[in-house]
């Protein structure tokens, strides 16, 4: 992920959950001023947080469904 130039995909539309597929999107916490996403599924425990910019929450998530992806093939 430290790559910068990685691509991080369409930042307009929100990405799909790496576990159940819910769309996802990326929001910004005002607490911390950092990024995060969560699955709005209630059953689903998928969540990534503490990003310092929303590109890298896209790139954190794309990275964590082809890694959760792998682990079933």
Do not use: H, K
Not at 19 to 48: L, Q
Not at 53 to 64: D, G, N, T, V
């Amino acid at each position: 992920m430290g790559r910068p130039n990685e691509y991080a995909g369409n930042m307009r539309w929100g990405w799909q959950c790496p576990r159940c597929d819910a769309d996802v999107s990326v929001t910004r916490d005002p607490d911390s001023e950092t990024f995060t996403w969560a699955c709005p599924s209630e059953d689903c425990p998928a969540v990534g947080f503490g990003f310092t910019s929303r590109r890298r929450a896209r790139i954190a998530l794309r990275e964590y469904r082809e890694a959760y992806q792998d682990v079933y093939r």
